[in-house]
């Protein structure tokens, strides 16, 4: 936690706003709830306004802690649940978008992340409920949508 807190700090000291941690996936699935909530919390608590996106990883995860993962993010006060860090398997599929966007009560967002390589896959994500996504594949989808 002091890692990341020292991070983010020092990325907003020089002009970052929106920051992206990891949960701490091995303590998550240790059942350590609410060490992983606390962090998130600290994190937000301590981000001077700025904009907390939470990697949940789906890729190494259930159904089942896909949903609680995203319920444990918005309980904690961050502004997304973000699918992957796109280092780990897929990350942003259709389906898991909208299993986190069911798990989600609030005005807690979603960042899809991980996978998205073509423009029919980045409207399907949209479609499913994802409000940003991130892909290295942007020139790719760019090309595709000045095609059509």
């Known amino acids: 936690t002091l890692n990341k807190m020292y991070e983010m700090d020092t990325s907003i000291k020089y002009g970052a706003t929106e920051i992206d941690m990891v949960m701490n996936i091995g ?20 981000a001077q306004g700025n904009i907390i996106k939470v990697i949940i990883e789906t890729g190494l995860l259930s159904k089942e802690e896909i ?20 280092f780990s398997f897929f990350g942003a599929l259709p389906e898991t978008i909208k299993l986190i966007k069911k ?13 998205i390589t073509s423009l029919k896959q980045l409207r399907e994500i949209l ?10 594949s942007s020139v790719i989808i760019m090309k595709e949508l000045s095609d059509n």
């Open 27 to 46: 303590y998550f699935k240790d059942g350590k709830f609410e060490y992983v909530s606390d962090e998130i919390s600290r994190m937000v608590q301590n």
């Open 67 to 86: 949903q609680n993962a995203s319920k444990l993010v918005e309980e904690s006060g961050a502004h997304f649940v973000k699918t992957s860090t796109g």
């Open 103 to 115: 798990s989600l009560l609030s005005t807690t967002q979603i960042k899809a992340s991980g996978g």
């Open 127 to 136: 479609d499913a409920g994802s409000n940003r996504i991130g892909t290295s």
